[in-house]
């Protein structure tokens, strides 16, 4: 199990509703928060190379496998890769924006700069996932399983209106702690936390600025496939499963 129960402060939201908040410094092991790590110039920087990513890479509807149920957020991406979802073809990544067919557009260098300085010795990040939130949007308890490299973390930057985020541990039916995400925070994900169940509650409005007309987007980077036997052996051992520790002598 992943979450605890830690030190928490209750919270009033606009609708009346109190909900119980996990201080950021105690967190399920393997999550952690860099509250503020972007500066409000930082973040406009990258919010007008997010601009000019959907400019290429419009945004899409993402739909639930089988049911075809439409996500309350829209997607796009930028980098090698992107994850896109649709009701025939379900999760996955691919080369190509759905619509356009063309490849997705380049990663900003301020997001390549951000997983250097966080994601240490994480290869290179492959994918950056774009979700963009108005006012009601959610995203549903998930985990996150369509990545090949288990030992990359997700490294995730926030934007906009806060959010109330929550994660749990492996099971669906384990105990959650909420945290506030705030415009500029960056978040790894990593160990333990890597395959939780996590999930956006809902979005405050009225919280920041940064986006003209409000709302939140947040930026996920990721490594999809496997790392070279190179980034494999510049791992930090803390990130490896016990089972896969470097011994530091031969056992026999
Ligand atoms: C915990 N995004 O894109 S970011 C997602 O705010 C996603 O848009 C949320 O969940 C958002 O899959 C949460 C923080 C985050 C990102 C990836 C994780 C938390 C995670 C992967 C594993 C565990
Ligand atoms: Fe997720």
């Known amino acids: 199990m992943v979450a605890h129960p830690g030190q928490v402060e209750r919270v009033w939201l606009a609708s009346r509703k109190q909900i119980e908040m996990t201080l950021a410094e105690d967190l399920p092991e393997g999550f952690r928060l860099f509250r503020g790590a972007l500066s409000p110039a930082g973040q406009r920087a990258l919010l007008v190379g997010i601009e000019n990513v959907m400019l290429s ?4 509807q993402p739909c639930m496998p089988r049911t075809g149920k439409p ?23 691919q080369d190509r924006h759905p619509q356009t067919a063309l490849p997705w557009p380049p990663m900003p260098d301020l997001l390549l ?6 994601a240490k010795a994480s290869g290179l990040p492959e994918a950056c996932l774009i979700n963009i939130y108005p006012a009601g949007a959610r995203m549903g308890s998930h985990r996150d399983m369509d990545e090949k490299e288990p030992r990359a973390p997700v490294l995730s930057v926030s934007l906009g209106d806060d959010a109330v985020f929550h994660i749990g541990g ?12 705030r415009s500029g925070d960056v ?7 890597r395959f939780a169940y996590h999930g956006i509650d809902r979005i405050l409005p009225g919280t920041s ?3 003209p007309g409000g709302g939140r987007i947040n930026l ?3 490594r999809v496939t496997a790392f070279s036997q190179a980034e494999a052996q510049a791992v930090p051992e803390e990130r490896l499963p016990s ?8 056992l026999s």
């Open 57 to 60: 890479a419009p945004l899409f």
């Open 71 to 93: 996500f309350s957020v829209q997607m796009t991406n930028c980098g090698p890769l992107g994850w896109v979802s649709d009701k025939e073809r379900g999760y996955r990544y």
């Open 113 to 118: 700069e951000l997983w250097r300085n966080y």
């Open 170 to 181: 492996l099971e669906r039916s384990d105990p959650k702690v909420r945290v506030e995400l």
């Open 187 to 193: 978040c790894l994900l990593g160990g333990p936390s």
């Open 209 to 211: 600025v940064l986006i």
């Open 220 to 222: 996920t980077l990721r």
């Open 243 to 250: 089972s896969a520790r470097r011994r530091s002598r031969p």
